[in-house]
């Protein structure tokens, strides 16, 4: 029924008010956000067709947060920022080995997971800096990642390797336009694929010889 109803607004530019006796005329543009496949929905019959295209004329996808983990200490930053004003804290940053094992968790909560965690760690530290301390234990004992991944070296690595395999994904892995984008030597690029252990198809996006 709620299908149905939104089918009609975003066909007729109408609809009648709660309590209203005639229908409103209106211009809105509509923003659709889901987490859902609804081209999957569609094919199996649970999301009505005609709904779909009419929602789906500009398409943003949003990768996950553990697919642009390049995103992260920024994001870190932006929440900091966020809570510092809303709580009147004074928080300064995080440690360089929080953020490492930040770096290392899959987000399965995507961007919505971390800045629970953020806005947790500032009822434990309203002033200084963000330490480990201040992390749940699904961060800082999953895998015990915390006695492999703790120094500022290991988080600017995973932030370096993160940082290539997106512009490779992004270039559908040919190599060279991946080191054009990150401003590298192809060489160069090549010798941190290796040194990452970053996992490539056997042909890239320009030609096809293998690695």
């Known amino acids: 029924a709620l299908q149905v109803r939104l089918l009609r607004v975003l066909q007729e530019r109408c609809f009648e008010p709660l309590g209203g006796a005639s229908p409103v005329t209106s211009d809105a543009r509509i923003i659709v956000a889901t987490n859902r496949d609804l081209s999957a929905m569609v094919k199996a019959g649970s999301f009505r067709e005609d709904l779909y295209y ?52 899959d987000w399965p909560g995507n961007v919505r997971e971390l800045e629970n965690i953020i806005e947790r760690a500032f009822v434990l530290c309203p002033h200084g800096m963000l330490q480990l301390a201040h992390l749940p234990d699904e961060i800082t004992l999953h895998n015990n990642r915390i006695s492999t991944v703790a120094t500022l070296h290991d988080a600017r690595s995973q932030l370096e390797a993160q940082t290539i395999r997106t512009a490779l994904e992004r270039n559908a892995y040919n190599r060279l336009a991946a080191a054009r984008e990150l401003g590298m030597h192809k060489t160069t690029l090549f010798r941190k694929i290796k040194q990452f252990g970053i996992d490539l198809p056997r042909t890239d996006g320009r030609s096809q010889w293998t690695h």
């Open 54 to 105: 009419r929602i789906n004329v500009v398409r943003v996808e949003l990768p996950p947060l553990r697919r642009r983990k390049e995103d992260l200490p920024l994001l870190v930053d932006q929440f900091i920022h966020k809570f510092n004003q809303l709580h009147h804290a004074t928080v300064q940053g995080i440690a360089p080995e929080a953020l490492s094992l930040l770096m290392a968790h």
